[in-house]
């Protein structure tokens, strides 16, 4: 069945990065566009960035700070994140599809925290 596993959260101060990785399994990876999302505690979840099939095109919320990227080799998909705020600070998710969550299931998610 359809699996995400997201991995490479932690917890980094202010002006900190990290990179979010997501293996995902079950469907055919190189054929779907990928996003990241992310839910803060008592928020909705909330798209951070997208990319497209081939990474030919990408989209994010913050392109000062965050890139999106993909192996379609590996079927994992990536989040460079740099100059980490609190704001920042959430549950990161990733799906397939573009404009909306193409799968039901989610994964366990990564925790990011920012804080000094």
């Known amino acids: 069945q359809v699996q995400f596993v997201e991995s490479g959260g932690g917890l980094v101060q202010p002006g900190g990065s990290l990179r979010l990785s997501c293996v995902a399994s079950?469907?055919?990876?190189?054929?779907?566009?990928m996003s990241w999302y992310r839910q803060a505690p008592g928020k909705k979840r909330d798209v951070v960035a997208h990319?497209?099939?081939?990474?030919?095109d990408t989209s994010t919320t913050d392109s000062a700070r965050f890139t999106i990227s993909r192996d379609n080799a590996k079927n994992t998909l990536y989040l460079q994140m740099n100059s980490l705020e609190p704001a920042d600070t959430a549950v990161y998710y990733c799906?397939?599809?573009?404009?909306?969550?193409?799968?039901?299931?989610w994964g366990q998610g990564t925790q990011v925290t920012v804080s000094s």
């Open positions: 799906n397939a599809g573009w404009s909306a969550p193409f799968y039901d299931n």
């Open positions: 079950g469907f055919t990876f190189s054929d779907y566009s």
């Open positions: 990319i497209t099939s081939t990474g030919r």
